[in-house]
């Protein structure tokens, strides 16, 4: 049934707007789109530039029921709109101190294996490297070389270098390991090492102890930093189960509240007796029952068409000249899967016919 529908202006409190959104609104299907048009005169129009207040906290608590043990559950929707706003402010405080203590933790975690990493491939050196940092007649280069270029240094080089080559890992790729030599032959020694693409790694000077005990060190800090991360991930989860009901509670209001700011669609509503007792002569035995589009478009032989009121992606506006009007209309139907467009010229007085396409 098409109803005459009436202009309804709403303005007052925030907290108002939302009951009436809430009570009465959100129950019809409410149409904003063309209001303007019945607007007399935009003198004073200024436009509707608050921002929804509700979008940002409901992602928190969209994003809080996801950490939840069980997202879906009981839920407690007895909080206010100010009480829900508050907790989710609280909460996001909350869970803002406990990620930046797990951000920490993870970078000292990735520092440590950093440091893991670069040093693996030296354990099976036994030397203490605080005291070869401090030899005062010899000097130390860690690093690699390509297996290609040992075999050559191993075959041609090492009697003749003045120098000692101590291996640690090797794999297909690359032999570990370091060398030492004399403070006046480093130089000479750096060279020939570099001819064979020896490739430096800056070990720390303040390690103590040998590779594979530093390692061992490493490995002992990296688990008890992981046990400290599960805690603070634990402690996160057990705080907000605790109020995981009203979590899921707030999540479902702010999404309502959200939905009611943003308003778009309005319904002419059923006046007085008479308009009621046409839609049950129609077959519209519940006059409050929202009709879905399977309600309003039933069969296959439909037709749809729309034109343009104003320049749009899909179609032309009405465009006025001096006689008339010319418009773009789409017509679309079903049963053929046919889209027109039609192009059309209206005259206003036929009696004085002056067209120019």
């Known amino acids: 049934m098409i109803v005459k529908m009436k202009f309804l202006s709403i303005s007052g409190p925030r907290t108002d707007i939302d009951r009436v959104s809430a009570s009465y609104l959100s129950k019809y299907e409410m149409q904003l789109e063309n209001a303007i048009t019945e607007l007399k005169t935009t003198d004073n129009l200024m436009p509707f530039m608050d921002v929804n207040p509700y979008k940002e906290p409901l992602s928190k608590a969209e994003q809080y ?75 130390v280069r860690f690093g690699r070389v390509n297996v290609e270029y040992y075999q050559k240094l191993e075959k041609y080089l090492f009697d003749d270098l003045n120098a000692i080559f101590l291996e640690g890992i ?70 907000l189960s605790v109020k995981a009901k009203k979590i899921r509670g707030a999540r479902y209001k702010l999404e309502e509240l959200s939905n009611n700011f943003d308003v778009r669609k309005m319904a002419a509503c059923m006046e007085n007796e008479e308009q009621e007792e046409r839609c049950h002569k129609m077959g519209i035995s519940d006059v409050k029952q929202i009709l879905t589009i399977d309600d309003l478009v039933k069969g296959d032989d439909v037709m749809f068409t729309a034109s343009g009121i104003t320049n749009c992606d899909l179609l032309h506006g009405v465009n ?19 889209v027109r467009f039609v192009d059309a010229v209206h005259t206003f007085d036929r009696s004085n016919i002056n067209i120019k396409l």
């Open 65 to 139: 029921v996801l950490m939840l043990a069980q997202p879906k559950g009981e839920m407690d929707t007895s909080l206010t709109a100010d009480e829900i706003l508050t907790m989710i402010r609280d909460l996001n405080h909350d869970y803002l101190d406990v990620k930046a203590r797990e951000d920490r933790l993870k970078k000292q975690k990735e520092e440590l294996l950093e440091k893991l990493h670069e040093l693996e491939p030296f354990q099976p050196l036994e030397l203490n490297l605080k005291e070869v940092y401090g030899y005062q007649y010899m000097k």
């Open 170 to 239: 090797r794999n297909e790729n690359y032999v570990y390991g370091c060398y030492f030599a004399a403070h006046k032959e480093m130089g000479k020694i750096d060279s020939t090492f570099k001819s064979l693409h020896f490739e430096n790694i800056a070990l720390p000077d303040d390690y103590e102890g040998m590779p594979a005990e530093i390692c061992r060190n490493l490995r002992n800090q990296i688990d008890e930093i992981e046990k400290e991360i599960e805690n603070v991930q634990k402690q996160m989860k057990d705080f």
């Open 320 to 338: 006025f000249f001096g006689n008339g009007a010319r418009t773009h209309t789409i017509s679309m139907r079903y049963a053929t899967g046919t």
